[in-house]
């Protein structure tokens, strides 16, 4: 799915939004949700304990093979944005885990 050039705007200005709001409030970790341009998701369902498969030298994770319906991006800076394309199941995941991962630092 290609984005219209309606949505390419909202998603253009919902980005903007979020960095000016992470420029102007230091340590604000700043999240936007945008449609998705034709990625597949980057989240996965392997469990996340010490002893899981991503722990394991050499193990390489094929991640969910859904289609993305959304790109969930955080800033953590003015110019320090992760994206994280995601499919309908994962999006919600991926903002609790950015939020959770955000509380835990000092």
Avoid at 46 to 56: A, K, R, Y
Wanted: with cysteine; proline share 10%.
């Amino acid at each position: 799915m290609t984005r219209t050039p309606q949505e390419t705007f909202l998603s253009d200005q919902t980005l903007a939004a979020a960095r000016h709001a992470a420029e102007a409030t230091p340590g604000l970790l700043s999240v936007a949700i945008t449609p998705a341009n034709g990625e597949q998701c980057t989240w996965c369902d392997c469990p996340t304990s010490s002893d899981g498969p991503h722990s394991q030298p050499g193990y390489r994770c094929a991640g969910c093979p859904d289609s993305a319906k959304h790109v969930v991006s955080a800033y953590t800076g003015p110019d320090l944005r992760f994206d994280y394309p995601a499919c309908r199941r994962h999006s919600p995941q991926i903002v609790i885990d950015l939020v959770e991962t955000a509380g835990r630092k000092p």
